[in-house]
């Protein structure tokens, strides 16, 4: 194995590419797939992100579809924990547990194992860009539910412009996040 040497002055946000128009007209996209595609950018980011989940001393990393798996799994491996894997509806075999959620034009609903995490677990959610925080405020619902505490948020992208990271402070949980977009 090959461990990559601290890079604290690397810009992330330089290695995030910005698809205009996608996937809609006035969209900016973007675009993780080069982070993780650079060795060292992939490795900062979760260097980071896993420094930032240590501060709260979780017992599983709980990482939400699609790309929180990427950043989740690999943070539970460099700091020794489990990883929980949250879906959309229908995506887990066996018996789950789930939680409704609100989206802008309907319903949506988010699961997990039923047993993969326990009463008094404490857990940090993880995903890769932080919009309007219904996701993740659902996934919080979800670990409540079965009794954890959920110590905090981290993403790697917050786009503050859509209220999410002022909503999540709203609901009392705590968030933090790698880079910000603003309004481009």
Known sequence: MIALPPQPDLDLASLVRTIPDFPRPGIQFRDITTLIGDAVGFAESVRRLSACAAAYRPDLIVAVEARGFLFGAAMATAMGLGVVPVRKAGKLPGV?????????????????????????????????????????????ALMRSVGAEVAAALFVIDLPDLGGSARLGAAGLRCETLIAFNGD
């Open 96 to 140: 789950t547990i789930g939680v409704d959620y609100e989206l802008e034009y309907g319903t949506d609903r988010l699961e997990l194992h039923e047993g993969a995490v326990l009463p008094g677990h404490r857990v940090v959610l993880v995903d890769d860009l932080l919009a309007t925080g219904g996701t993740i405020l659902a996934t919080a």
